[in-house]
């Protein structure tokens, strides 16, 4: 909260420091910051994300945003990139997945179950059937 942190975020509001912490997010782009983008997003063997210097543009580390990534755990992970300096700040679309909605799903439950032929017998051979228990 800004009202107790004063100044929190000062070095994302200064143009002289700004372009060091700002880590702008473009789908289809690697992640570049840093003056004359010299820094760099890159994962390492284990898949975690953290931030070099000086990465070349062909080093299979650098990561190349992608916002349609259906697993959440990347965008997860550029969410916690400030854990590793609390002034980086990832800023743009981290995930944009088309799903449906819960509305959407329960219709088509409903459409699928009433769209089968009604079995009359359906209830009295479930409970008959070897599955049920009496007690005795």
Known sequence: CNIFNDGAFDDLKDPATRD???????????????????????QDIGGA???????????????????HSEDPT??????????????????????????????????AQLDNAGAGSLDEHALANLLRGNDSWRLD
């Open 74 to 107: 990347y965008a997860f992970a550029l969410s916690r990139l400030q854990s590793l300096d609390p002034r980086y700040a990832a800023m743009g679309v981290l995930r944009d997945v088309t799903r449906p909605t819960y509305d959407a799903l329960m219709s």
């Open 20 to 42: 060091s912490w700002f880590i702008r997010l473009e789908h289809g782009r690697p992640i570049r910051f840093g003056k004359d983008a010299t820094k760099a997003v890159v």
């Open 49 to 67: 994300l953290t931030v070099e210097d000086d990465v070349a543009e062909d080093d299979p580390r650098l990561v190349v945003h992608d916002a």
